[in-house]
C-alpha cells in the first residue's frame, strides 16, 4: 500500500515540493529536492502519475520526466488554487495540487514540444520589440515637442522628424547629438523588428493551418500564426463556444436564484492572443463603417451596439470560425459564413 500512484510537484527555481499518495489516498511521499536531483530520483521511481502547475518551465519538466517513463498531467495555476488548504507554503501547494489532479472533471494543459516553444519565443520576441519601440518614438516625439518640433501619428513620421530636428540648428548642440543618438537606437529597433517580422512570416506561409486562418477577415498573418502557435488542440473544446470562453471573449456569468447575471467578457486565457483578435475585429469594423464589404450581421450589430461592444462579438465570431476550421480542415468560405449568420 505504500506504493505511490500520484505525485504533484511544486515547482520554483532550486527547490521542488513532492507529495505523493498511495492507491488508498495516504500520503506516503512528503519532502523537497534540490534540483540537481530531480532526474535521478525520478530516474529511479517506478513510473507513476505526474503533475504540475502549467507554466513555462513546466513543459520542460514534462517532457524530461515522460521520457523517464512517468505519465505527466499539467494543471493551469487557477485549477489548483481551490483546493490549497490555509496557509502559504510549498508543502501546502503541493498538497492541493494532488488533491486537484485527481478529480474526475479536472481540465489538464496539453505538454508543449520544444519547437511549439521556440514558435512562441517567436511571437513573444516580436511583441517585446514592438512595445520597446513604442516606448522609443514616443520619447522621440515628448522630447521634440519640448522644442516645438511636433509631427503626425504614425511611424512613418518618425524618421521625417529626426532629419527635421537634425537640420533645425536653432536647436542646442547637445539636444541635436541626443536626439541623433535616439535615432540610431530607432534605426536598430527598426532592423530588429524586420529580421524577428520575416521569420515569423516565413514560419506563418510554411504552416498550412496557419496561412487557411489568415483568410478569415479580421485574423491576418499575425493572428493566425498566434492562433496556431497558442491554442491547444481544438479538439479538446466541445464547441466553438467553448473555445470563444477560453480565450475570454464570452461575458461573465453571476446568475443566481433563476437571475441570469452577464457582465463584460471574462478576459481569461492569453491576453495577446485575444488582444489581437479584437484589433482585427476593430479593423474590420472600420471598413465596414466605410460600406466596404460589410456581412448583413455585422451592419445589424452596428446599429444595435458601440463600436467597441461590436468588435469583441466580432472577435467572439472570428474565434468560432477558426475553431471550426481548425477541427475540420475546411477553408474559409466568406459567402456561407455570411448567410448562416444572416
Excluded at 536531483?37 to 507554466?55: D, H, S, Y
Excluded at 491576453?271 to 463603417?289: F, P, Q, W
Excluded at 465570431?317 to 475553431?323: C, Q, S, T, V
Aim: glycine share 8%; charged share 25%.
Amino acid at each position: 500500500m505504500d506504493e505511490i500512484t500520484r505525485i504533484f510537484i511544486d515547482t520554483s527555481k532550486t527547490v521542488f515540493q513532492l507529495h505523493g499518495v498511495n492507491a488508498a489516498e495516504a500520503v506516503v511521499l512528503k519532502r523537497q529536492l534540490p534540483r540537481g536531483r530531480m532526474v535521478e530520483f525520478f530516474r529511479k521511481l517506478p513510473a507513476t502519475v505526474i503533475g504540475l502547475e502549467a507554466c513555462g518551465a513546466s513543459h520542460y519538466w514534462a517532457r524530461l520526466l515522460s521520457g523517464l517513463g512517468h505519465e505527466v498531467k499539467l494543471i493551469a495555476p487557477q485549477h489548483v488554487k481551490p483546493y490549497v488548504k490555509r496557509g502559504k507554503n510549498d508543502a501546502n501547494d503541493a498538497a492541493g495540487g494532488c488533491e486537484a489532479m485527481s478529480r474526475p472533471t479536472m481540465r489538464f494543459v496539453p505538454v508543449k514540444t520544444a519547437e511549439q516553444q521556440a514558435a512562441l519565443m517567436l511571437a513573444g520576441v516580436r511583441d517585446a520589440i514592438v512595445r520597446e519601440r513604442t516606448r522609443l518614438t514616443n520619447m522621440i516625439r515628448g522630447h521634440a515637442a519640448e522644442f516645438g518640433v511636433v509631427a503626425a501619428k504614425g511611424l512613418c513620421k518618425i524618421e521625417p522628424l529626426l532629419a527635421r530636428i537634425a537640420a533645425d540648428q536653432t536647436l542646442p548642440s547637445l539636444a541635436r547629438e541626443l536626439f541623433e543618438q535616439l535615432g540610431l537606437a530607432y534605426a536598430e529597433l527598426q532592423a530588429r523588428f524586420q529580421a524577428v517580422d520575416a521569420k515569423l512570416m516565413a514560419w506563418h506561409r510554411a504552416n498550412a493551418l496557419s496561412v487557411a486562418l489568415a483568410e478569415i477577415p479580421g485574423v491576418g498573418p499575425i493572428g493566425a500564426s498566434l492562433l496556431v502557435m497558442k491554442a491547444p488542440d481544438p479538439k479538446l473544446f466541445k464547441s466553438g463556444r467553448q473555445f470563444a470562453a477560453w480565450l475570454g471573449l464570452t461575458p461573465r456569468d453571476h446568475s443566481t436564484a433563476g437571475k441570469v447575471r452577464l457582465g463584460v467578457i471574462t478576459r481569461a486565457g492569453d491576453e495577446a492572443l485575444r488582444g489581437v483578435l479584437v484589433v482585427g475585429a476593430t479593423s474590420v469594423i472600420k471598413m465596414a463603417r466605410t460600406g466596404k464589404g460589410a456581412s448583413p450581421w455585422l451592419i445589424a450589430l452596428l446599429e444595435r451596439k458601440k463600436p467597441k461592444l461590436a468588435a469583441v462579438a466580432l472577435a467572439n465570431k472570428i474565434a468560432r470560425i477558426a475553431w471550426v476550421m481548425m477541427t475540420t480542415g475546411e477553408a474559409y468560405e466568406a459567402r456561407r459564413t455570411n448567410q448562416a449568420t444572416a
